[in-house]
C-alpha cells in the first residue's frame, strides 16, 4: 500500500496542473506495445483522462548472443513501451512492482511539469503500487526513466522509455512510424564474453560501456527483426537515448531527414544528416525512403556501431531508382591464361592483404564481436563453395562462427573482383591460418556468378 503521504503529494500535484478536470473528461485506457512499435496515433481533438499501468520488472534477457544481463525494465522491454497522448490529456499512470523485484524504483517523466517529473511520489517498494496523475501540458517526444538512487544504476541497467505528448491538432499521418532507443551498458566481461555478466561500477564511474545497443539488445532491430519500409513511403522514428551517460550522433547511413524536431520539441530542422541526441532526451526523424536496400541506422561516434553494437538495419524494398542512385564498379580483369594453383595462392593472398585484412585482420582472427574469424572457422570448413556466394553478394544478418554469434555487415564484392580473384582469395583462406585446405576455381565462381547450379 503506498504511503499516505505519497497519496496526498499526488493529488496535490494532480491539482496543480489542472488535473480537477479530469472527472468532466472521457477515460481511455492506453494500449501499451513492445518497442520498436507504437501506440496507434491519435485522432480525437478533445481531451481526455488517459489511463496507463506500466510495471518495474527485473528479468535475466540477453544483451547479445550468449550473453546474458539482469536487465531492470519498464513493463519487461528495454526501452519500456512509448506512451502516447495528447496535449491537454491528463495522465493517471499507475506504477506496480512486481513482487520478485530486489530493488523499490519510481518513475521520472521528462513530460511532467512538477517535483522530479513524478519521482517525488512514486517510490514504490516491490509487491506495491503508486498512482501518479498530472496534465500532459507541452507537445513534444520525452523520456522517462527510474530516478531511485543510485539514479545511474538504475538507467544504466534499462529502466527508460518515452512518452509522446501530441500536438492537439495532431501529427501529419505517415507511412510508418517506429520506436527507438540507444543506451550504454557496462558489464564486468569484455564485448562479447559469453555467460550471465554483472553490472561494474567502477565502467560506469568512467563511462566506458561495453555495449551501446539500440533497443537493449545487438542486433535486436537487425535481419528479420529490421525496420520495414517500401521506395516512396515516408517514415517517422521516434529516437530516444536513456544514456545514462553518452550522447548519440544519430545518422541513417544512405538517408538525409526530411525533418527533424529539435532535442523532441516544436523546432525543427530539415534536411538534416545527423542529429545529436543527448541522454535523457529525444528526437522526432521523419524521411522518406526513396531507393531500396538495407540502411543501416548507427550512432555515428562510429566505433560504437561497429565494435560496440549500436547499429540496426532499416530494409526498403521496391523496383530499383537508377534515376536516383546507380553505380557500376570497374569491369573486373581476368587472365587469358589459365591460372595455376600458385598463381592462385599469390592472386588470393594480394586480394586478403589488400581488401580482407583489414577487418578479418592479418592473421584471420577477426575481431572479437565485430568481424568474424577466417582462422580455424568452422563455418569456413563446413561449407567452402557457400564462401563464393557470400563474397559475390555479401552478408547482412546473423551468423555464428566457432560458436559465436556476429552481425554480419560484409559487403558484395562481385562487382570489384575477377572470378580469378575471388576464386584466389577463398583457396588462400583455405591453405592458411589452420583451415583445412581445399581449393575453389574459377570457373565454380563464374557459375555462382551467373545463378548457376
Request: net charge negative; with cysteine.
Given at each position: ?260 524536431s529539435i532535442e523532441g520539441g516544436s523546432a525543427v530542422n530539415h ?182 547450379p
Amino acid at each position: 500500500m503506498q504511503h499516505p503521504s505519497r497519496l496526498i503529494l499526488a493529488v496535490l500535484l494532480c491539482s496543480a496542473l489542472g488535473g480537477q478536470a479530469a472527472d468532466n473528461m472521457p477515460r481511455i485506457e492506453e494500449v501499451l506495445v513492445s518497442p520498436p512499435a507504437v501506440p496507434s496515433p491519435i485522432s480525437r481533438r478533445t481531451p481526455a483522462t488517459v489511463v496507463v499501468h506500466l510495471r518495474t520488472e527485473e528479468k535475466i534477457m540477453e544483451l547479445a548472443d550468449g550473453v546474458r544481463y539482469d536487465f531492470w525494465t519498464f513493463n519487461g522491454s528495454v526501452p519500456g513501451p512509448m506512451i502516447r497522448v495528447r496535449e491537454g490529456d491528463t495522465v493517471e499512470l499507475h506504477l506496480h512492482n512486481a513482487p520478485n523485484s530486489h530493488m523499490s524504483h519510481n518513475i521520472d517523466l521528462h513530460a511532467v511539469m512538477g517535483p522530479g517529473g513524478g519521482a517525488a511520489v512514486t517510490g514504490t517498494a516491490p509487491g506495491h503500487d503508486s498512482v501518479l496523475t498530472f496534465k500532459a501540458m507541452r507537445p513534444g517526444l520525452f523520456v522517462y526513466h527510474c530516478a531511485t538512487a543510485p539514479v545511474p544504476m538504475h538507467i544504466a541497467n534499462g529502466m527508460y522509455g518515452s512518452i509522446l505528448v501530441e500536438p492537439a491538432e495532431g501529427l501529419a499521418k505517415v507511412d510508418h512510424e517506429y520506436f527507438l532507443m540507444q543506451g550504454d551498458f557496462y558489464t564486468q566481461g569484455r564485448y562479447h564474453d559469453p555467460g550471465l555478466q554483472n553490472f561494474d561500477t567502477e565502467k560506469l564511474l568512467n563511462e566506458q560501456p561495453s555495449y551501446v545497443l539500440f533497443n537493449g539488445r545487438e542486433g535486436a532491430l537487425n535481419g528479420d527483426k529490421a525496420l520495414q519500409s517500401k521506395t516512396g513511403e515516408h517514415v517517422r522514428l521516434f529516437v530516444g537515448n536513456g544514456g545514462p551517460n553518452l550522447s548519440s550522433s544519430f545518422h541513417v547511413i544512405g538517408q538525409i531527414f526530411d525533418t527533424v524536431s529539435i532535442e523532441g520539441g516544436s523546432a525543427v530542422n530539415h534536411n538534416v544528416q545527423t542529429t545529436l541526441i543527448p541522454p535523457g532526451d529525444a528526437s522526432i526523424i521523419e524521411m522518406t525512403t526513396e531507393v531500396p536496400g538495407t540502411y543501416l541506422l548507427v550512432d555515428h561516434a562510429i566505433t560504437r556501431a561497429f565494435m560496440k553494437g549500436a547499429l540496426a538495419q532499416l530494409h526498403v524494398s521496391g523496383p530499383a531508382r537508377p534515376e536516383l542512385y546507380h553505380g557500376q564498379a570497374a569491369t573486373p580483369a581476368e587472365h587469358s591464361e589459365p591460372v595455376t594453383t600458385h598463381d592462385s595462392m599469390a592472386i588470393g593472398k594480394r586480394v586478403f592483404t589488400q581488401i580482407c585484412s583489414a577487418c578479418h585482420q592479418g592473421n584471420g582472427m577477426g575481431l572479437p564481436g565485430a568481424f568474424p574469424p577466417l582462422a580455424m572457422s568452422d563455418y569456413l570448413n563446413s561449407d567452402p563453395h557457400r564462401a563464393i556466394s557470400i563474397v559475390l553478394h555479401g552478408l547482412s544478418g546473423h551468423i555464428t562462427v566457432n560458436h559465436t554469434g556476429y552481425e554480419s555487415q560484409m559487403p558484395a564484392f562481385g562487382p570489384q573482383l575477377g572470378n580469378e580473384e575471388i576464386a584466389g582469395v577463398l583457396t588462400y583462406v583455405l591453405n592458411s591460418f589452420n583451415n583445412k585446405g581445399g581449393s575453389i576455381s574459377p570457373e565454380e565462381v563464374d557459375k555462382a556468378r551467373k545463378g548457376q547450379p
